[in-house]
């Protein structure tokens, strides 16, 4: 069977590949703690959940408009401004089946064949499979444990070409948790400034998981020089717990928004009714759910980094948002037992999956194949136990 070459252009997101391994094992009976995870592990706020089942009562039935409800659009520009005092109009933004289709949308819309993407490494999965997808060439930035896995404009400066089309980058990131400051952004602003055909794409999806002191969230849209070619990314499913609902939406110029409108018409025709009325109510009301809820992953983010620096070989950033850690495991390479002989962050994932029972996520999936990544969206048990199974197996390799 001849199937489309497409389909060769990139590859199955390795995180998902991660969660069926560990919940195969959990089948054969086999206690498997998972610290792969990549979604809060909380329910959706009752206020929330109530204005889905009153959608389905009041018939919210039929076809929404391609680039989502009048109504949550006005809503989305209202907690632009809430929260970022940006101002949009309902014509900039398209609701999508989730920020992973805003941005297909996006990239899509942007990138033809053969242009470059600059993406910072460590960077989300999805990015550089969906340029390919779109047939870009992925251009990384390397940024290490050293750098706080953050770019700077110099770096930033280097890696342009005249084929350079758009920027790809998440703040606070998944996987490292590294948080831009409004300094570290107007320095990248500067250089993209130099530089008018390159758009950004802001992916902002942890914008609420933000531990630093000030818990400030600044997005580079903010920047009015280059606000036009910045699309913002942003959606319910980590600040609202809200991941099988499946919303996420952007924000852009018109021209932008129009293409990706375009693009999502002939993809899925719009985003799903009842979750487009309940994200109305999430994206109006009071955030407190979401604050509590930031309130328990400090506690455990904390908990695991101090269980984590106990751990000799390692060496780890502290995440200032998002739900990660991620170490740098290089350390382990070469090391071996009678059970496994660790090569790489693979192995040594695939060795804590099978000698400690718990699941992570080796760096390679993120563009970084020194490192691993490990989720505190789990509870403050299973972290610890989690936790003490990882360091017991590390000490029996030498
Ligand atoms: N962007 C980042 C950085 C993510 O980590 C994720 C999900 O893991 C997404 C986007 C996609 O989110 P959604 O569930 O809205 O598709």
Known sequence: MQLSSRLQLFNEPETLKMAKLGRELRTKGLDIIDLSLGEPDFDTPGHIKKAAIKAIEDNWSHYPPVAGYPDLREAICGKFKRDNQLEYKPENIVVSTGAKQSLANAVLSIVDKGDEVIIPTPYWVTYSEIVKLGEGVPKFINTTVQDGYKISAKQLEEHITHKTRLFIFSSPCNPTGAVYTHE???????????????????????EYINFTSAAQHHSIAQFDSIRNRVVVINGLSKGFAMTGYRLGYLAADIPVSKACEKMQGQFTSGANAVTQRAAITALTSDLRPTYEMVQEFRRRREKMIEMIFN?????????????YLFPEVKEYFGKKNSEENIQNADDLCMYLLNAAHVSTVTGSAFGDPECIRISFANNMKKIEEGMRRISEALGRLS
């Open 184 to 206: 570290e952004l107007k320095a990248l602003v500067e250089i993209f400034e130099k530089h008018p055909d390159i758009f950004i794409i802001s992916d902002e999806i942890y």
């Open 311 to 323: 751990i000799p070989g390692i060496k780890c950033t502290v995440p200032d948002g998002a739900f």
